[in-house]
């Protein structure tokens, strides 16, 4: 398992924008952001990955959110366009298992990593 320190969540209006950033303390083969609203599960929202250029994207947020990652295994997730059913606490998520994917019918269940969480609220 490998540490990972979120930040970047907070309060905005919708049609706003938010960037959450999550960095990583060690190798990282899948790197990825999920959500979990009160009384709801837990959402995958995008995942990549590492060094690997794929992405993932669940299906309310695609056009409108962007994962990417810089050199220093720090995964980004800019969020555009932002809607009141996009609050929610968000989640950075990693594994690293060389044989083991980054995506799947399940993912939360691939990653053994995880953050604090960062709180996102968008008003109406």
């Known amino acids: 398992q490998v540490q990972l320190v979120e930040s970047g969540g907070g309060s905005v209006q919708a049609g706003g924008s938010l960037r959450l950033s999550c960095a990583a303390a060690g190798y990282t083969r899948c790197m990825g952001w999920f959500r979990q609203a009160p009384g709801k599960g837990r959402e995958a929202v995008a995942l990549?990955?590492?060094?690997?250029?794929?992405t993932s994207y669940g299906d309310s947020v695609k056009g409108r959110f962007t994962i990417s990652q810089d050199t220093k295994n720090t995964v980004y997730l800019q969020m555009n366009s932002l809607k009141p059913e996009d609050t929610a606490m968000y989640y950075c998520?990693?594994?690293?298992?060389?044989?083991?994917?980054?995506?799947?019918?399940?993912?939360?269940?691939?990653?053994?990593?995880w953050g604090q969480g960062t709180q996102v609220t968008v008003s109406s």
């Open positions: 998520a990693a594994h690293g298992a060389l044989w083991r994917s980054c995506y799947g019918a399940s993912p939360a269940r691939l990653y053994d990593s």
């Open positions: 990549m990955s590492s060094g690997g250029g794929s």
